[in-house]
T-cell receptor
Framework: GAVVSQHPSWVICKSGTSVKIECRSL??????MFWYRQFPKQSLMLMAT?????????EQGVEKDKFLINHASLTLSTLTVTSAHPEDSSFYIC????????????FGSGTRLTVV | QKEVEQNSGPLSVPEGAIASLNCTYS??????FFWYRQYSGKSPELIMF????GDKEDGRFTAQLNKASQYVSLLIRDSQPSDSATYLC??????????FGTGTSLTVIP
């Protein structure tokens, strides 16, 4: 089945620095990828929809200048958390769908970000 | 109104019983519906998807869709302790946005 690789699986960074998270579709092409954030004991919250070759679509309340998304190829989308603060500490998950398939969206393994 | 709504639970069922999880959605034009299972600290994993009205069975799992009522459910037969997790309903809306419900926490009691 479709596999989505997400790296890193965890990262600790200092407040004020930037962190990049990669999401790759390993065996399929994904014109659309989604980025989610999940705080402890809460549901997944859609942050943005990443479209290959065009600007990402951000959900209301998500700062596009803080969470930079780049979807430069059909197999790679990146999320950069700029000037990270402790309140950005969360579990970030990407998902993608094989445009040729019908079996739903596959999730990456997630990235646990801790900002200290 | 949230795009996708679920009863957060927790839902507890004895081992061997049927667990019933429910979900409603707001975008009437939504075409595809998914159930995911998420263990604590892990990413969601897809259990089933359904596109057409009616029932779809896969092993111990049955997804049910009623587009007129904007309702989708998941039945888990012969529940096992390993089924204890949070179950997320997800909907692909007409605008090709993918939204999750808040999830229902299920505990299967041995």
């Amino acid at each position: 089945g479709a596999v989505v690789s997400q790296h890193p699986s965890w990262v600790i960074c200092k407040s004020g620095t930037s962190v990049k998270i990669e999401c790759r579709s390993l065996d399929f092409q994904a014109t659309t990828m989604f980025w989610y954030r999940q705080f402890p004991k809460q549901s997944l919250m859609l942050m943005a929809t990443s479209n290959e070759g065009s600007k990402a679509t951000y959900e209301q309340g998500v700062e596009k200048d803080k969470f930079l998304i780049n979807h430069a190829s059909l197999t790679l989308s990146t999320l950069t958390v700029t000037s990270a603060h402790p309140e950005d500490s969360s579990f970030y998950i990407c998902s993608a769908r094989d445009s040729q398939g019908l079996d739903g969206y596959t999730f990456g393994s997630g990235t646990r970000l801790t900002v200290v | 109104q949230k795009e996708v709504e679920q009863n957060s639970g927790p839902l507890s069922v004895p081992e061997g019983a049927i667990a019933s999880l429910n979900c409603t959605y707001s975008d009437r034009g939504s075409q595809s519906f998914f159930w995911y299972r998420q263990y604590s600290g892990k990413s969601p994993e897809l259990i089933m998807f359904i596109y057409s009205n009616g029932d779809k069975e896969d092993g111990r799992f049955t997804a049910q869709l009623n587009k007129a009522s904007q309702y989708v459910s998941l039945l888990i037969r012969d529940s096992q302790p390993s089924d204890s997790a949070t179950y997320l309903c997800a909907v692909n809306t007409a605008g090709n946005q993918f939204y999750f419900g808040t999830g229902t926490s299920l505990t299967v009691i041995p």
